[in-house]
């Protein structure tokens, strides 16, 4: 990743919603989970401060890519996209299917003291939930990127945690891909 990317990261994060599946070889891929239950498949890629989250059922699939890379992505396919910092919510009911898309997406700038501190308790948190974990350094220190993950009968829950200690980032997500059977 270039230098600029991390220095920025907090001003280049962003989620991309697309309408199709995304192919691993765009990305670096560091870990893989997939899920499959009640005729959805989902799958999980988590990289290094970012991730990519892929539910399909039928012929639908959407796919959210979270990064803070803002060159070099595909642009076939994209629903929408929006930069994270701050507070976000978004919803997407993708017409004529019984897929619904929730994401809600907070950024925050801690000081070192207190970026440790949550560190630490993400991390015994995503071990004791057997969640994917990647750890990794900045040119600051240790950084992690965490995706647990929930899996219901007609819905997914996805809580995302990335952690970057060159400027003391804290991005969580939590993303739902709900999908109605028809009764």
């Known amino acids: 990743m270039e230098t600029s990317a991390r220095i920025n990261s907090l001003q280049t994060y ?6 199709r ?3 691993p070889e765009f990305f670096d891929l560091q870990e893989r989970r997939v899920e499959r239950l009640n ?12 991730h ?9 699939c959407a796919c ?4 803070d890379l803002d060159r070099g992505l595909p642009n076939t396919g994209v629903v929408t996209a929006f930069l994270c910092a701050g507070e976000r919510d978004y919803d997407h009911a993708f017409k004529g299917t019984p897929l619904n898309y929730i994401t809600t997406v907070q ?7 207190l970026y440790i501190s949550t560190f630490e308790e993400l991390l015994a948190f995503g071990r004791d939930s057997k969640a994917m974990i990647r750890l990794w350094e900045d040119d600051a220190g240790r950084c992690l990127s965490m995706l647990d993950i929930q899996t219901h009968c007609d819905e997914i829950h996805v809580q995302a945690y990335h952690l970057r200690a060159n400027q003391g980032i804290v991005l969580r997500s939590q993303t739902i891909f709900e999908h109605k059977t028809q009764r």
């Open 14 to 19: 962003q989620i991309i919603l697309y309408d």
């Open 21 to 23: 599946a995304l192919h």
């Open 39 to 50: 005729g959805y498949e989902f799958e999980a890629w988590l990289m290094d401060g970012s």
């Open 52 to 60: 990519v989250l892929r539910f399909e059922i039928g012929k639908l």
């Open 64 to 67: 959210e890519l979270l990064t």
């Open 107 to 113: 950024t925050e700038t801690l000081a070192e003291n």
